[in-house]
């Protein structure tokens, strides 16, 4: 797991942020009280990945802006993904993910 700080931001809401967090293929993996439920709502929308299992996905809203399917995550994951189990991550293209190190200043 690394150490420092990581937040998720659509349109200058934060809408995830921890200091404690994981990366998988690149992701930031929010733990679940991290999260700002108030803006996901879950889809019907399920994915699966070879290793991690399957996905969920939910629906980020702020404001007027609503993005669909722009979060997901793995409730049951597979041995290998276990650290990650209801972790959630966002697509990049469509939210800003910070991440810094200990002491370190934000990277976007």
Do not use: Q, R
Request: net charge negative.
């Amino acid at each position: 797991m690394p150490l420092g700080y990581a937040e998720a931001v659509l349109d200058g809401t934060v809408i995830a942020k921890t200091d404690t967090y994981e990366i998988v293929e690149g992701n930031v993996y929010f733990p679940p009280l991290s999260i700002k439920s108030e803006y996901l709502t879950e889809t019907d929308l399920h994915t699966h990945c070879g290793w991690k299992g399957d996905a969920s996905y939910y629906t980020i809203k702020v404001g007027d802006k609503e993005l669909t399917n722009a979060a997901w995550y793995y409730p049951k994951p597979l041995e290998k993904a276990s650290h990650i189990k209801d972790y959630v991550a966002f697509y990049k293209d469509k939210v800003d993910i910070s991440i810094a190190p200990t002491g370190g200043v934000l990277n976007k």
